[in-house]
């Protein structure tokens, strides 16, 4: 697997109180029973608009943000996910839709454009049982994501993203994904590959304090034969094959590795069909830095009108050795000039990792803040929030046979969900 030095990229500024994106739940059911869920279904588990705008309440006061993922569950399945939208944009904040899309139909989308939505994030991946998809591999999903694409598209002006989970067996279609995205790369502004993670029961002991807690009580406690460290190095090497110009700009590292890879940005300009360079640290240290100059925050997602602006993102190559090629590489063609040039994201995202001594490494300065009972939590652990109350701590099973040795167990009593404190 090709090593990546940390040193060489641009360590995105994002930090507890200052971030691009903050992660809203105001629902936990869905519509779906995806492999790699870390959230619980629970049918009557819609929030009210009182208790959502109090969790927006929490946002605003913690932390500068740019946007606010409104997540779940599937929040289209929630009655008042139009006002939702509302309460968002009112404070001057982006709202973007994570879902399933299920549920999305062309009067929603409508509604929901008119109530200021900024853009939706879609979760297609061969694992979630769709109904009329359960045998479709990733290419042929494709299909079915070119159909949301095109639905934002004809509404015009919504940003238009899509996650997709990777397991050990479709690591292979990786690089399709990245040549669907370039073939469409004037509707799809973002592409990004979440690696798939679970409880490796057969590793590490979870405690609460000096009691040893079953796993098999949380969702995402799952003991399947996949595997559950698949590295954000290996996707890199993997587009890189394809894309032997490809090269990230910027990373976020782990709460307890510094040198990993949590969340690993990529930006490259190009037109349908065609790429003609990646975005070097320098030009995307730049965008950032320009951004909170003139607005306080960091910037996030952008409109599809922003994103067809790739010829003045060119004028960065002053300043980006690795742009400046994309700009040989476009005006070598002297007929480019009248032909549209466009950005488009590519990101991947590796989840907590168990260390050897047991410590869990998280995104440092994680994006996907949620809030429970008015602090700013994990979104990838709330399930452990919410039945005891806190992040639960895990050691290697030598070290857990020996506390079960010298510590008498004694039975955990789940947390009753305490009332939201604003």
């Known amino acids: 697997m090709i090593k990546l030095n940390h040193l060489n990229y641009y360590r995105l500024p994002w930090n507890l109180t200052d971030n691009i ?3 809203l739940e105001p629902t936990a059911k869905c519509n779906l029973a995806c492999l790699g869920c870390y959230r619980k279904n629970e049918v009557n588990s819609h929030k009210s608009l009182e208790e959502v705008d109090k969790e927006i309440d929490v946002f605003t006061s913690y932390r500068n943000t740019d946007c606010i993922s409104v997540a779940g569950g599937d929040p289209l399945l929630h009655p008042q996910i139009t006002e939702i939208v509302k309460l968002i944009k009112k404070r001057g904040i982006k709202p973007i839709i994570n879902t399933n899309g299920i549920a999305l139909t062309e009067k929603l989308l409508k509604e929901l454009k008119k109530a200021g939505v900024y853009g939706f994030t879609f979760h297609i991946d061969s694992k979630q049982n769709r109904p009329g998809w359960k045998d479709a591999n990733e290419i042929e999903l494709n299909e079915l994501r070119h159909k949301y694409a095109k639905m934002l598209a004809d509404e015009r002006g919504l940003a238009c993203s899509f996650n997709s989970t990777v397991y050990e ?12 995205a370039e073939k469409n790369i004037d509707i799809v502004n973002t592409m990004v590959f979440i690696l798939y993670r679970a409880v490796d029961n057969n590793k590490v002991d979870f405690y609460l304090g000096s009691q040893k807690i079953d796993m098999t009580s949380l969702v995402y406690n799952e003991d399947v034969p996949d595997r559950t460290d698949i590295m954000a190095e290996e996707i890199y090497e993997i587009i890189k094959k394809e894309y032997p110009d490809f090269d990230s700009c910027a990373y976020l590292n782990g709460s307890e590795k510094p040198d990993s890879f949590k969340w690993l940005l990529s930006g490259r300009v190009g037109r349908k069909g065609k790429t003609y360079g990646f975005m070097g640290p320098k030009s995307m240290e730049i965008v950032q830095v320009f951004y909170h100059m003139f607005t306080g925050k960091y910037l996030s997602y952008t409109s599809p009108k922003d994103s067809g602006r790739g010829k003045s993102l060119l004028m960065l ?17 002297p007929f480019n000039v009248f032909k549209k040039l466009y950005y488009q994201s590519l990101m991947i995202i590796q989840p907590i990792d168990f260390l050897d001594d047991g410590r869990q490494s998280m995104c440092d300065g994680c994006p996907d803040m949620t809030v429970w009972n008015g602090k700013l939590v994990w979104s990838c652990r709330l399930e452990e ?3 005891y109350g806190y992040n639960l701590k895990t050691y290697p099973k030598e070290l857990g046979r020996y506390a079960e040795e010298v510590v008498e167990e004694e039975p955990v009593e789940e947390k009753e969900p305490e009332k939201e404190l604003v």
């Open 21 to 23: 994106i903050s992660w």
């Open 169 to 180: 067996d479709t690591l292979q279609y990786v690089p399709e994904l990245v040549k669907w």
């Open 317 to 333: 190559s002053l300043f980006d050795k690795k742009l400046r090629k994309a700009f040989w590489n476009y005006y070598k063609n």
């Open 385 to 387: 929030q919410l039945k």
